[in-house]
């Protein structure tokens, strides 16, 4: 059963670098497109961006400049990095599954995220 | 990018019917059948109910299904439970080739 297991630093001061890495254990890294979303306490979701295994991006436009996502196909492993955080980087981040290749590659087959790593609380405060 | 707009709560009585509306625009829910829902019980993982507008993921029950028209979508929880008592998000593709959600709706069972 294909799963997914993050961890990154939980607590952040103001104007430092977010990381958190994402593991897919049990299935295909390749051919799937791998995502990032966040979830202030008490809030809403919001997509921050993915990636797939040949490291093509695609960002959420008002956090594109701080956001750098990477993949290592050698770990089966996805990165996010969120430079200059303040505390309304706060929140949960999740990593997720958000889509899949065709057999030859040729076309994506969709655009939903299925399969959620359990969250990480990144806490900014000084 | 905007967050597509959905109510911030909707109730109902058990085994009633309840719906939840998604509006965006013509550049995302209005423009592709890539809509999909979610459900997020307190502390917990949001989990996938249905996508591509109205199909529904094996394991999740038939009361849960999805519609769209226009700029809308629409999840219709059908003889509701107190189990579904949850926080509910949609989801859609823009044409900018990113993702966008709803800014979620709250749903209590009375």
């Known amino acids: 059963q294909v799963h997914l297991q993050q961890w990154g630093a939980g607590l952040l001061k103001p104007s430092e670098t977010l990381s958190l890495t994402c593991a897919v254990y049990?299935?295909?890294?390749?051919?799937?497109?791998w995502s990032w979303i966040r979830q202030p306490p008490g809030k809403g979701l919001e997509w921050i961006g993915e990636?797939?295994?040949?490291?093509?991006?695609n960002y959420n436009p008002s956090l594109k400049s701080r956001v750098t996502m990477s993949v290592d196909t050698s770990k089966n492993q996805f990165s996010l990095k969120l430079s200059s955080v303040t505390a309304a980087d706060t929140a949960v981040y999740y990593c997720?599954?958000?889509?899949?290749?065709?057999?030859?590659?040729?076309?994506?087959?969709?655009?939903?995220?299925?399969?959620w790593g359990r969250g990480t609380l990144v806490t900014v405060s000084s | 990018q905007s967050a597509l707009t959905q109510p911030t709560s909707v109730s109902g009585s058990p085994g009633q019917s309840i719906a939840i509306s998604c509006t965006g625009t013509?550049?995302?829910?209005?423009?592709?059948?890539?809509v999909s829902w979610y459900q997020q019980h307190p502390g917990k993982v949001p989990k996938l109910i249905i996508y591509?507008?109205?199909k529904r993921p094996s394991g999740v029950s038939n009361r849960f299904s999805g519609s769209k028209s226009d700029n809308t979508a629409s999840l219709t929880i059908s003889g509701l439970q107190a189990e579904d008592e949850a926080d509910y998000y949609c989801?859609?593709?823009?044409?900018?080739?990113?993702?966008?959600f709803g800014g979620g709706t709250k749903v209590t069972v009375l």
């Open positions: 997720a599954r958000a889509g899949q290749d065709n057999a030859w590659g040729s076309y994506r087959l969709y655009w939903y995220f299925d399969l």
């Open positions: 049990g299935g295909s890294f390749s051919g799937n497109y």
């Open positions: 990636i797939n295994h040949s490291g093509s991006t």
């Open positions: 013509s550049s995302d829910v209005g423009g592709y059948d890539y």
């Open positions: 591509d507008v109205s």
């Open positions: 989801s859609s593709y823009t044409s900018n080739t990113t993702m966008v």
